[in-house]
């Protein structure tokens, strides 16, 4: 089974501000990995797909990145519609999930 | 627009069964993979179960396997889940959610439903 873990389990950000979250998997996925974000009382949403890219109707300032087994989602400038818990996920073979990141708005 | 809706949680006590519907609609239904994801506070989001598009492929997370069994009826545009042999720790959201892809791996999933509550107590 593929661990993943996601760092830091909570993040306090300022409106504006950059946001970097982080998600690391126990081997190799390439770059079969996803983003979720969680608003409160609402069911996941799909943010990136491929590691790095953003799904139908996501906003510019989400970005992904790595590969292999470090990974990184960025909010290059924090709204406060963006609080949320996100959660990465690899698909190499059947899903797991990260125990998930919250972002608070500071 | 994709609208998954599920039905039949409830209270249950240890031990006993409950079957589980999601109602899709909006997409071609009969194309693609379709999971169950449960969530819990304390366990965050954690996959249970998976069926290929035809129900020819299934997977099952080892929490359940021998326990649950997932169906789909494509005519009916459903997919269902039985859980037999109900313990606490499977108390959580479960919710109905369509996968990218037609088989049952390999899948990232794209569309949620708000999920049913299940309390095993």
């Known amino acids: 089974e593929i661990v993943l873990t996601q760092s830091p389990a909570t993040l306090s950000v300022s409106p504006g501000e950059r946001a970097t979250l982080s998600c690391r998997a126990s081997?190799?996925?390439?770059?079969?990995l996803v983003w979720y974000q969680q608003r409160p009382g609402q069911a996941p949403r799909l943010l990136i797909y491929d590691a790095s890219r953003r799904a139908t109707g996501v906003p510019a300032r989400f970005s992904g990145s790595g590969s292999g087994t470090e990974f990184t989602l960025t909010i290059s400038s924090l709204q406060s519609e963006d609080l949320a818990i996100y959660f990465c996920?690899?698909?190499?073979?059947?899903?797991?999930f990260g125990p998930g990141t919250k972002v608070d708005i500071k | 627009e994709v609208q998954l809706v599920e039905s039949g949680g409830g209270l249950v006590e240890p031990g006993r069964s409950l079957r589980l519907s999601c109602a899709a609609s909006g997409f071609t239904f009969d194309v693609y993979a379709m999971h169950w994801v449960r969530q819990t506070p304390g366990k965050g989001l954690e996959w249970v179960s998976s069926?290929?598009?035809?129900?020819?492929?299934?997977g099952y997370a080892d929490s359940v396997n021998g326990r649950f069994t997932i169906s789909r009826d494509n005519a009916g545009n459903s997919l269902s889940l039985e859980m037999n042999s109900l313990r606490t720790d499977d108390t959580a959201f479960y919710h109905c959610v369509k996968g990218n892809y037609d088989t049952p791996n390999m899948n990232w999933f794209d569309s949620w439903g708000q999920g049913t509550l299940v309390t095993v107590s």
């Open positions: 081997q190799s996925i390439s770059s079969n």
């Open positions: 996920q690899q698909y190499i073979n059947w899903p797991s």
């Open positions: 069926i290929s598009w035809d129900g020819g492929r299934i």
